[in-house]
Nanobody, 113 residues
């Protein structure tokens, strides 16, 4: 199982970013996926989750209405669209395949003026 995140960077407060996670090594369409984040000095927290078919999603309360998780099973990719970013969203973001306890290497998101 391999997960490779991309799309992080530096953005001003109120800005947007879209993270991508390319998956390989398993039948992607059969498994739920998650995005998590870890800020300096804090524990890792699950930000969003999506079912195998994409029909069911869940979000951390603090990102509801701002972040959207989606997936393209034809491309074996899961996305996290992040809008109205705040300084407190600054963290390393990871995608994961919980069934396999597999994690990507992470991508840094920094929200700062």
């Amino acid at each position: 199982v391999q997960l490779v995140e991309s799309g992080g960077g530096l953005v001003q407060p109120g800005g947007s970013l879209r993270l991508s996670c390319a998956a390989s090594g398993f039948t992607f369409r059969n498994y739920g996926m998650r995005w998590s984040r870890q800020a300096p000095g804090k524990e890792r927290e699950v930000v969003a989750a999506i079912s195998s078919g994409g029909g069911s999603t869940n979000y951390l309360d603090s990102v509801k209405g701002r972040f959207t998780i989606s997936r393209d099973n034809a491309k074996n990719t899961v996305y996290l669209q992040m809008n109205s970013l705040k300084a407190e969203d600054t963290a390393v973001y990871y995608c994961s395949a919980p069934t396999f306890n597999a994690w990507g290497q992470g991508t840094q998101v920094t929200v700062s003026s």
